[in-house]
């Protein structure tokens, strides 16, 4: 594969944090970014070469973004999929129109990763309240009540006690297409993130303990404990064979249960990650630069650790306010967003090198 040279202009599709230091990643390496998201405020927008405000499903400005750079790609997994088909058959696309249709299809994405021999939660698709029922009754509770589409950060999701919630839960989604997805026992959460070039050259990183609070990573730790790295080889073969089944290029990141039978898979995103944040100090090259050398067809960098312990933890709503104290702390690596601040909204992150 011909590199793409420095010099060269990558699109980017979302104008959040993930495109914010996308856009930082690309420009360390020599590359100009044009950020194209319709919202207001885009903090990508502030590392970016250039930006424009637009609808995503305008086909003018789509074929404005094709004319002026010479690869696109996307910071999130929500965006709708016909005009990333559009500007695939314009401009080379990573990750392809067909990575970003399983991951938007709860159903389709499970179905997807059992064939390739994953170990999924027992699940149902539901399309109706009595669909529900039936899917209580074969599925049992306690068990989640997820959207088929449009669902992060615990949005989306209704968990169920008893059958006698199957109306509720059924109503506090909407009525939408639904999946219905059975308990696992488990006793850490854990994700593997990898990069690929279109060639099939793939580099991964170690697998972080990831831990939640409210249905929102709060923090991601490495070397992960024991029953993690018990079964790092399998889950890391999984998102293997998931990104060579998919001809994938770019990052890929796919969630993870350490189950008492071995990983079972939860979940995956087409794109640069939050429990990938740590890399940034943490790994010799960061999920962020290893995205933009593989959709660039640049050599895929090292993912060792940089030092014998990492943590990442997220800085929630006015978590981001005791930006003072955390600059005065050895080790301590922070990253602000350039938000307006709101109670459960993603600020920043810190990372801290060296010590728990």
């Known amino acids: 594969m011909t590199p793409l040279p420095p010099g060269s202009t990558i699109g980017i599709l979302g104008g959040g944090q993930l495109g914010r230091m996308l856009a930082a990643a690309a420009a360390q390496l020599g590359y100009r970014t044009h950020v194209l998201a319709p919202d207001a405020e885009s903090v990508a927008a502030q590392t970016a070469s250039s930006f424009t405000r637009a609808d995503y499903h305008s086909r003018i400005v789509l074929d404005e973004l094709a004319a002026i750079t010479d690869v696109v790609t996307y910071e999130f997994e929500n965006i709708a999929l016909d005009p990333i088909v559009y500007l695939a058959a314009k401009v080379p696309v990573h990750p392809a129109p067909a990575a970003l249709g399983v991951a938007q299809d709860r159903a389709e994405e499970k179905s997807f990763v059992a064939e390739l021999g994953g170990r999924t939660a027992p699940w149902a698709k539901v399309e109706s309240l009595d669909d529900l029922r039936a899917a209580i009754t074969t599925i049992g509770t306690p068990a989640i009540l997820k959207t088929l589409r449009l669902g992060y950060d615990g949005k989306g999701q209704v968990r169920l006690h008893s059958a006698d919630e199957a109306e509720a839960a059924w109503n506090a989604i909407g009525g939408r297409p639904a999946i219905l997805e059975g308990f696992v026992s488990f006793s850490h959460e854990f994700s593997i993130i990898l990069a690929r070039r279109s060639d099939g050259a793939m580099v991964s990183y170690p697998p972080p303990w990831n831990e939640h609070k409210d249905g929102i990573l709060a923090r991601s730790s490495l070397p992960a404990p024991a029953e993690i790295a018990a079964q790092w080889g399998e889950a890391a073969a999984l998102a293997g064979r998931i990104a060579d089944r998919l001809g994938y290029v770019g990052v890929l990141a796919c969630e993870f249960f350490a189950g008492a039978d071995g990983p079972v898979f939860n ?83 810190v990372t801290r090198i060296g010590r728990v």
């Open 267 to 349: 979940e995956m995103a087409p794109r640069v990650h939050n429990s990938g944040h740590w890399s940034i100090e943490g790994a010799v090259t960061s999920q962020f630069e290893n995205h933009i050398r593989a959709i660039c067809g640049l050599p895929l960098g090292d993912t060792g650790l940089t030092a014998p312990s990492v943590v990442m933890d997220n800085l929630i709503g006015d978590e981001a306010n005791g930006w003072a104290e955390i600059l005065a702390e050895p080790g301590a690596h922070l990253h602000l967003y350039g938000k307006e601040v709101r109670p459960g909204r993603k600020m920043g992150h």
